[in-house]
């Protein structure tokens, strides 16, 4: 494969994964299997490269009017070493991306957005800094960005800090600096996969001199070893996510999709001031919305996949933005845009390559049905 | 990572990736060792129904894995007389023993000396997976 990026860590994915092409990238897609690595995750800890993602370092006196007026969320209540989940959106209230905003001082924010979208966001932020007093650096290849997710992600990552890393010390969506096996790494409690964990972020890395990422990459490896750590590839990433209800750009998210659709009211402050699609927004929002993000659960045999069509009462009520087989719940799950006529509980039908198969309109937060024990 | 992929000698193959064994006048068919591994963790199979009638090349059934769905085509033609239900419950057979426990139909032939001429040989068939 020609012409494709790889991250730092290729050296790892190649010797030990299945290596396929994701957005540019030569990306693994598993290492052992798609299902015990998305099971790791769920009951012990497993380790990701998301080195593919874009990230971007955004400062200056008027870093924070900025992003407050290219994204969507409020971003001026961030405290130092705060995340914020947050969507920008265009003209017309499409996203044009969702991203993680991590204010690392007051005037310096650090951004990740999708690998898909590396380029399109980079030029999107820089085109509107223009009345801004900020500078704007594109550092997705300078920062590698290994996940560490699962429920003994802490204390596998404990074992190589000598920084607190409990809850009360760095919550969800806190930072803190720290060294992780002798390395200088911002962590923060974020994640894609529903579970607790970090994401650990290595600064200054050049691509043509990778190791000092490979070595980070062994150590984590080797501290969750006890644990029964794995390491993780794309595919048990998108399994993980989806159970979590966690959208994916291309897939839920679209410049043609808004965000009040896609159920992410939470992260669309209408009142905090200007920014980019608020008025479209504000109109969208007084005309009711057509249709909304939920889940699908199947009832017969078949796994719901992207563009699929559903029914209700042979009328077409929308159609499959995700779904995957789910390990943990051993059947067909999905998030679908479907018309606001169609209720949580009933039953639909999935046109699975011409076969129509039920399925239950749930919530897309499937890991609630989990069983909790605390 | 370096892939070898097991091709029984004694089998036809087809360039979909499914291999052919014939007894009598009965043909037992599945998919490679290539295809298992490609797909990886299958989770449902589709088998086609007893007694359906089948010309080589159309779609006979499909195998689902996690992550996508692929169609499985008729490497031969005629009546499909007995179907694999273990593949229902247990579909990882797929994965496990793709040549032995993993067949997945049983077809009555009825036009061999023909389809014959569309099947490849286990070295044929090896020589096509090194061009892959």
Redesign the interface.
Known sequence: MSGLKRTHLYDYH??????VEYAGFEMP??YE???PEHMAVREAVGVFDTTHMGRALIEGPEAVEFLDYVATNDMKGMEALQARYTVMCNERGGVVDDMVVYRLEGNRFLVVYNAVNREKDFNWLRRHSGGYDVRLRDVSDSVVMIAVQGPMAERALQKVSKDDLSQESVGRFRCLWTEVAGFRVLASRTGYTGEDGFELFLWDVPLEKPDKALRLWNAVLEAGREFGVKPCGL?AR??LRLEAGMCLYGNELTEDVNPLEAGLRFVVKLDKGEFIGREALLKIKSEGLKRRRVGLLMLD???P?KGYKVYKDGFEAGYVTSG??S?LFRRGIAMAYLSREVKHGETVQVDV?GRLCRAEVTSYRFLRMREKQF | MSEEYEVPEQLYYTKEHEWVSVSDNTATVGITDYAQKSLHEVVYVELPEVGRELTQGEVMGSVESVKAVSDIYAPVSGKVVEVNEKLLDEPETLNNDPYGEGWIAKIELTNFEEDKKKLMTAEQYRNLLKEL
């Open positions: 190649r010797k030990h994964g299945k290596i897609v598993w299997g798609i299902i595919g998108d399994t045999r078949g796994v996949r995957t087989y390990p390559r």
